[in-house]
T-cell receptor, first 113, second 111 residues
Framework: DQQVKQNSPSLSVQEGRISILNCDYT??????FLWYKKYPAEGPTFLIS?????DKNEDGRFTVFLNKSAKHLSLHIVPSQPGDSAVYFC????????????FGTGTRLQVTL | DTAVSQTPKYLVTQMGNDKSIKCEQN?????MYWYKQDSKKFLKIMFS???????INETVPNRFSPKSPDKAHLNLHINSLELGDSAVYFC??????????FGPGTRLTVL
C-alpha cells in the first residue's frame, strides 16, 4: 500500500528550462511534505518542505506547490542546472503522530546541456 | 565533521551470518532512525529512537535488533541474514521530528 507515489521514474530536461517533479499521496492525515535530493552513493539530503496550511513555498530556484484537494504536490526547479541531476524523493508525514516519513520511489532527473 | 556517519559503507556476507551496522550523529539530535532502501528503490522506515527509547518499530523481523547506547549512536544488528536482507540501509537523525539528516548508507549484500 504505497501512500506516496511518484509516477515518473525519470525526467530529462534541458539546462535553463523548468523541471517539474510530481508527487501524489493518498493519506489525508499527512500534513507536512518534504522533498529530498539524492546523489549516487550518498544519503538523501533535505531540499524544501511545505506545511499543509500553505499551498506554495519557495527557496531560491526551488518551489514546492501543494494541492490538498487533489492530494498532489510538485517541485519546480527553475532554471535547471546540470548539478540538479539526481534522484528526487517526495516524503510526507502526519506531524500529529510519531515522526515517520513516508517516501515515494523517487524520480531521476537528468539535466542535459 | 560529518553530520551522520555509518560504518561500514559496504558489507558482503553469507546467508545465516550475523552482522552489525553502526551509526553516529554529531548534530546533537534527539531522534535517530534506520531506513531500508530495497531493490525497487523504495525507502522505508524500520526503526526510530528518541533519546535511546524505541518509538517506531515498523513490523521488522525480530532478526533485526537496533541498539542505542546513547542518543548519538544507533546501531543495527542483524541475525541469521537472508537473501532478502540485501539492500541499502540508511541511518538518519532529526531534532524537529520532521526534517531528517541522512547518513551515506550501507550497502549490504547477502550471498
Amino acid at each position: 500500500d504505497q501512500q506516496v507515489k511518484q509516477n515518473s521514474p525519470s525526467l530529462s530536461v534541458q539546462e535553463g528550462r523548468i523541471s517539474i517533479l510530481n508527487c501524489d499521496y493518498t493519506n489525508s492525515m499527512f500534513d507536512y511534505f518534504l522533498w529530498y535530493k539524492k546523489y549516487p552513493a550518498e544519503g538523501p539530503t533535505f531540499l524544501i518542505s511545505i506545511s499543509s496550511i500553505k499551498d506554495k513555498n519557495e527557496d531560491g530556484r526551488f518551489t514546492v506547490f501543494l494541492n490538498k484537494s487533489a492530494k498532489h504536490l510538485s517541485l519546480h526547479i527553475v532554471p535547471s542546472q546540470p548539478g540538479d541531476s539526481a534522484v528526487y524523493f517526495c516524503a510526507a508525514t502526519d506531524t500529529g503522530t510519531a515522526s515517520k516519513l513516508t517516501f515515494g520511489t523517487g524520480t531521476r532527473l537528468q539535466v542535459t546541456l | 565533521d560529518t553530520a551522520v556517519s555509518q560504518t561500514p559503507k559496504y558489507l558482503v556476507t553469507q546467508m545465516g551470518n550475523d552482522k552489525s551496522i553502526k551509526c553516529e550523529q554529531n548534530l546533537g539530535h534527539d531522534t535517530m532512525y534506520w531506513y531500508k532502501q530495497d531493490s525497487k528503490k523504495f525507502l522505508k522506515i524500520m526503526f526510530s529512537y528518541n533519546n535511546k527509547e524505541l518509538i517506531i518499530n515498523e513490523t521488522v523481523p525480530n532478526r533485526f535488533s537496533p541498539k542505542s547506547p546513547d542518543k548519538a549512536h544507533l546501531n543495527l544488528h542483524i541475525n541469521s541474514l537472508e537473501l532478502g536482507d540485501s539492500a541499502v540501509y540508511f541511518c538518519a537523525s532529526s531534532q524537529d521530528l520532521v526534517e531528517q539528516f541522512f547518513g551515506p548508507g550501507t550497502r549490504l549484500t547477502v550471498l
